[in-house]
């Protein structure tokens, strides 16, 4: 059971263009981390949200954090090549051990 | 080092052979993770570690799998008896401790293990 969703799996755009990428779950989550992964090399962390409602912005990056603590969404403003990667979501459930990743979204920007 | 090293990056064998593969964590970093990842995908989640002690076993996928933290540090993922389907990376994190869960982990570059 995937119990977090990442939309959308792939996506690639132009250079200068928007976008955003969604993390969905059914459960509440303490609190929800990005990290972003180029190939040949392991995730780095990017953001951690632990409010509901949260919202923080790394540069061209703007992360949010549900309300109610389910979702989370990553929105790129003028995308550049280097933004290229595969962008993970990971949650924090305090009755865990461990975190809930998800599926990761695999984002090209062409030039 | 500063990161969190892992070796070797690279390793290719028979289908059958055992394989070890190691991770140098943080200096001082307490929690230890495993993670397998297929091409291109999300994490599976294999192992954790507090200290020596493994508290997490539940996503080791067989038996032929295990792992084993010595002096709060190395780990060393063993693998018996390689299948086709262990083919993949393998990343290794640490953080400084284990709870509370949203803090940063720090991985390695990941073994490519790849079963002939």
């Known amino acids: 059971t995937q119990l977090l969703e990442q939309s959308p799996q792939f996506l690639s755009i132009q250079e200068g263009e928007n976008l955003t990428v969604y993390c969905n779950s059914s459960?509440?989550?303490?609190?929800l981390q990005w990290y972003r992964q180029e190939p040949g090399e392991g995730p780095v962390l990017l953001v951690t949200?632990?409010?509901g409602g949260e919202v923080k912005k790394l540069k061209r990056l703007t992360f949010q954090f549900g309300d109610a603590r389910k979702d989370s969404s990553l929105h790129i403003t003028a995308a550049q090549p280097g933004d290229t990667g595969l962008y993970l979501c990971?949650?924090?459930?305090?009755?865990?051990?461990?975190?809930?990743w998800g599926a990761g979204t695999k984002l090209i920007i062409k030039p | 080092g500063a990161g969190v090293s892992q070796s070797p990056s690279n390793k290719v064998t028979e289908k059958g052979k055992d394989v070890e593969l190691r991770c140098d964590p943080i200096?001082?970093?307490?929690?230890l993770y495993w993670y397998r990842q297929s091409l291109g995908q999300g994490l599976e989640f294999l192992i954790y570690?507090?200290?020596?002690?493994?508290?997490?076993k539940s996503g080791l996928p067989s038996d032929r799998f295990s792992a084993e933290r010595t002096g709060g540090s190395v780990s060393t993922l063993t693998i018996q008896r390689t299948q086709q389907e262990d083919s993949a990376v393998y990343l290794c994190?640490?953080?400084?401790?284990?709870?509370?869960?949203?803090?940063?982990?720090?991985f390695g570059d990941g073994t490519r293990l790849s079963i002939l």
């Open positions: 994190a640490s953080s400084l401790k284990a709870r509370p869960l949203n803090q940063p982990q720090h």
């Open positions: 570690f507090q200290g020596n002690s493994a508290p997490d």
């Open positions: 459960s509440v989550f303490s609190s």
């Open positions: 990971a949650g924090a459930r305090d009755s865990n051990y461990q975190l809930i």
């Open positions: 200096s001082g970093h307490t929690a």
């Open positions: 949200v632990v409010t």
